[in-house]
C-alpha cells in the first residue's frame, strides 16, 4: 500500500509532521483528519533508484532544462503579471484542463523574464510529483506565504479552480487600489517637480541678472529683495562660504530627495524605526487616515479570502499578520492570534488596540456570533474600498487649491521682490 507523508495544523495550529498508509491521496486526507488534523500537504513518498546515473540525471535534468530557456532574472515577479497568470490558470482549471498542461500552456506563452523562468521551476516540480503549492513555495520572489497558503488550502479541499478564483479576485482589487492612489498622486507630484524646476531656474539664471542692474544703479534693496537675491546665491553656489567651497544649491535640491528616500528606507530597515515610522503615519492629518483605511481594507480582504478558502483562522491571523504592511497593525493582530489560540474572543484584542473604528470591531463581532466571519471581513474590505476611493478623491480636490495657493504665492513673493527696487529706481530717476 503506498506511503504519503504529510503536513498538517492541530486544533492549537502548531506544525504536524508524518507519515500514513492510504490508497489514495483522498483517503490519506480523511485518516489524517480523523486523526484531528487539518492537513497543509499531502504527497506520495516514491521510491527512488539507487543509481548514481539516475541521481545524477534528476539533479541535472531541471538545470539543463533552465539553460533551455536562456537567461537569468534578477528581482521579483511584478505583481501586475502575477495577476494576470492567476486569472488564466483559475480559467483553464475552470475549463477542466489538467493542472501540468495549464501550467505548460501558460508558461510556454510567457515572455522571457522572471515570471516565465519561475513557471518553468513549477512545472518541473510538479512533473516530479510535488504539488502545486509546494512547488509554488520553492520561489517566495513569485508566490508570497499567502499565496502558497490559499492554492494548499484549495489542494486539500478540491476546490482548486474556486480558490484561484478568489485570489485572482483578491489580487485584482489589491492592484485596482494601487493604479487609483497612484493615479491620483501623480498630478500633484508632476505639478511639484515642474514648479521647482522653474523656480530654480528664475534663481540661478534670472535674479543674478536684476541684482546686477540694482547694484549699478546704487538703489538699496529692500529685506524681502536681500533674502530673495541671498537665496539665489545660494542657490547659484554664489553664496559666501568661509574656509569651503561653495556648492550650488541646485545641487541640494536635487540630491534631497533621493537623500531623504534612502534615509527612509535605512530607518525601516530595524525594528524600532519601522514601529516609529509606521505609527507617525497613521497619525499624520489627513494622509493618516487614507492609509489606516487602506491597511484596513487590505487585512480584513487578505483574511476574509484565506478563512473562506478553509485555511485554520490562527493560521490565516499570522498570514494576515505577516502580509499587513504595517507594525501597528501587525501587533494589534499578533495579539488576535494569542487571544483566539486561549479560545477567547477575536474582537476583543482588536478593540482594546484602538487601530480600527468601532464599526469595524462590532461588524467581527457580529461575525464571530454568528460564525459568518469570513463573509462580514469581505463586506468591510468592500466598504473600506469605497471609502478609499472616496478619501483619495477628497484628497486629489484639496491638493489642487493647495498647489495653486503656494505657487501663486512663490509666484507673488518673487514679482513683489522685484519690483519693490524698480520702484525705488523710478522715484530716484524722478527725483
Known amino acids: 500500500m503506498p506511503t504519503f507523508q504529510y503536513e498538517a495544523l492541530d486544533k492549537a495550529g502548531k506544525q504536524q509532521k508524518g507519515v500514513v498508509e492510504a490508497a489514495s491521496s483522498d483517503e490519506a486526507i480523511q485518516r489524517i483528519k480523523l486523526q484531528g488534523y487539518f492537513p497543509t500537504s499531502v504527497r506520495e513518498q516514491r521510491v527512488k533508484k539507487a543509481s548514481r546515473g539516475g541521481d545524477g540525471d534528476a539533479l541535472t535534468a531541471p538545470q539543463k532544462k533552465k539553460k533551455k530557456g536562456g537567461g537569468i532574472s534578477i528581482g521579483k515577479v511584478r505583481k501586475k503579471h502575477l495577476t494576470v497568470f492567476t486569472r488564466q490558470l483559475s480559467t483553464l482549471q475552470d475549463a477542466g484542463l489538467p493542472l501540468l498542461r495549464s501550467l505548460q500552456i501558460l508558461e510556454a506563452q510567457q515572455k522571457p523574464g ?96 536684476f541684482k546686477e542692474i540694482f547694484a549699478d544703479f546704487g538703489v538699496e534693496l529692500p529685506a524681502l529683495t536681500v533674502m530673495l537675491t541671498n537665496a539665489s546665491a545660494w542657490v547659484a553656489g554664489n553664496y559666501p562660504t568661509p574656509g569651503a567651497m561653495a556648492v550650488p544649491g541646485v545641487i541640494y535640491v536635487i540630491v534631497a530627495p533621493f537623500a531623504i528616500f534612502i534615509f527612509f528606507k535605512l530607518i525601516r530597515m530595524t525594528n524600532p524605526g519601522r514601529a516609529s515610522t509606521d505609527t507617525i503615519v497613521l497619525y499624520m492629518p489627513v494622509v493618516g487616515k487614507l492609509i489606516r483605511k487602506t491597511v484596513i481594507a487590505r487585512f480584513t480582504r487578505t483574511l476574509g479570502t484565506l478563512v473562506a478558502a478553509g485555511v485554520p483562522i ?118
Open 114 to 209: 522572471k515570471l516565465k523562468y519561475t513557471l518553468l521551476g513549477v512545472v518541473e516540480d510538479v512533473e516530479g510529483g510535488s504539488s502545486l503549492s509546494e512547488a509554488m513555495s520553492r520561489h517566495p520572489k513569485a508566490f508570497d506565504t499567502l499565496y502558497c497558503k490559499m492554492v494548499a488550502a484549495g489542494e486539500v479541499g478540491g476546490v482548486l479552480d474556486v480558490i484561484l478564483q478568489r485570489l485572482a479576485e483578491f489580487m485584482e482589487k489589491a492592484q485596482r487600489l494601487k493604479r487609483k492612489i497612484v493615479g491620483a498622486m501623480i498630478y500633484p507630484i508632476a505639478v511639484i517637480v515642474v514648479a521647482i524646476f522653474i523656480v530654480a531656474g528664475i534663481m540661478y539664471f534670472i535674479i543674478p541678472k
Open 314 to 431: 490562527l493560521e490565516a491571523v499570522t498570514i494576515t499578520k505577516e502580509t499587513s504592511g504595517n507594525y501597528v497593525f501587525e501587533k494589534a493582530l499578533g495579539k488576535v492570534h494569542d487571544s483566539v489560540r486561549e479560545g477567547e474572543s477575536f474582537a476583543e484584542p482588536l478593540r482594546a488596540s484602538k487601530t480600527c473604528d468601532a464599526i469595524v470591531v462590532n461588524m467581527i463581532d457580529v461575525g464571530e456570533e454568528t460564525g459568518d466571519l469570513d463573509s462580514m471581513l469581505m463586506k468591510i474590505a468592500d466598504n473600506y474600498d469605497e471609502e478609499v476611493d472616496v478619501a483619495v478623491a477628497a484628497l486629489v480636490s484639496l491638493i489642487e487649491p493647495l498647489l495653486v495657493i503656494v505657487l501663486g504665492g512663490i509666484v507673488g513673493t518673487i514679482v513683489v521682490a522685484m519690483f519693490l527696487p524698480m520702484i525705488a529706481m523710478i522715484e530716484k530717476l524722478n527725483g
